[in-house]
């Protein structure tokens, strides 16, 4: 055994977790995986050895051994005892959307546990949120690294981070910062098409399918999923923003669909009426290409000015963000070093095996560094 071995502990086994399971599998040196959980069971690693691990790449048959399979998910102080009472180090890496699981994120960095994630709810939550989660971990020797937060696993925090760190001056951000959104305009409204036009409400079934959409699709298509990545990317560049609520946010959420209840029940019949509001979006089309247009969603944030804006805008045919194809996003990052020509990364914004990619290349981070 290393002689400080690192212990790791999984929560979330969607399109993420699975994709990243996948890749922790194939890591050299990969640290033991010693509980993993989805909401319905957790396996755990028995105490005290935290022996035998979990294989990563075949946890499923593991978890039909009874020996190690606990009905249903811990709670935050449950995984805190198990996770900081480890033989070693140990990381938690959260690939839930869960903003209970995220507000414990200080009390886990105070225990010693560093946190590893593409759960954007702790980092874009209320600044106090924020602040506790970076004094925790300056205050003891745990890591917090979340780089999928922002362009799934595109180097988009860590660039941030660099031109910051580097006394470079960020001046302007702005881009496409939606993988579904971008997949529903790129599909829904192409610059250029051959087949029939597609309807809106199909194209958002197939983007909840290829698993870009967030557990709840609404969370996309109301524009908070954009305005907690740009509330991430401002605070990084040094704006205080207090929350995602503190700007405009334009949604696409048909006000008769708005109040349905925050549940599966309530997904499912958002979904089931969609097509009753597809004639709203093929309008909106419609306009854009009357001017010679096509529309899309994008989100800006003006340092000086302190404005940040998310919502939808027309763009020429032959613009860089009408080119965009499938589920790609851009950033373009204006900094005093710079320029005029901005700094610019593109490239996917959605989907397990890119968004995986960042919380695995975190993970290695953290074990180089922890
Ligand atoms: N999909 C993408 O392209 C991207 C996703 N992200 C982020 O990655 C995270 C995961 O997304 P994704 O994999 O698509 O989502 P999924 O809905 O596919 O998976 C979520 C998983 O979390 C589990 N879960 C939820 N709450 C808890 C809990 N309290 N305890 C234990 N398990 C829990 C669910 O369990 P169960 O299966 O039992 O319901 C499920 O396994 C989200 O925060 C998302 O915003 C970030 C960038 C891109
Ligand atoms: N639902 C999100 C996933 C990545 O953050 C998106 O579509 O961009
Ligand atoms: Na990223």
Known sequence: MAPNPIYLGVVGVGGVGTAFLQQLAKLPNAPSLVLLARSSQTLLSPAPSYSPAIPAADWQTASTAPSITKSGALSSSELISYLSSAPGRSVLVDNTSDPKLASAYPE?????????????????????LWKDIFASAASGKALVYHESTVMAGLPVLSTLRDLVATGDEVTRIEGVFSGTLSFLFNTFAPVSSSGS????????????????????????????????????????????????????????????????????????????????????????????????????????????????????????????????????????FYTKRYGSNPLIIQGAGAGGDVTAMGVTADLIKVIERL
Request: proline share 6%.
């Open 197 to 332: 036009p597609a309807k809106w409400s199909d194209v958002v079934i197939k983007a909840k399918e290829l698993g870009y959409t967030e557990p709840d699709p609404r969370d996309d298509l109301n524009g908070m999923d954009v305005a907690r990545k740009l509330t991430i990317l401002a605070r990084i560049s040094g704006l205080e923003i207090q929350s995602p609520s503190s700007f405009p946010i334009e949604s696409l959420i048909p006000s008769e669909l708005a109040s349905l209840p925050a549940t599966s029940a309530g997904v499912a019949e958002f979904i089931a009426r969609l097509p009753e509001f597809d004639g709203s979006m093929d309008a909106l089309k419609e306009q854009a290409e009357k001017a010679g247009k096509v529309v899309r969603y994008v989100g800006s944030i003006d340092i000086a000015t302190k404005e940040v804006k998310v919502g939808l805008q027309q763009f020429d045919n032959d613009s860089a963000i009408a080119g965009l194809k499938g589920s790609d996003n851009v950033v373009s």
């Open 108 to 128: 886990f960095l105070k225990a010693g546990i560093s946190i590893v994630t593409p759960n954007k709810k702790g980092f874009s939550s209320d600044l106090s």
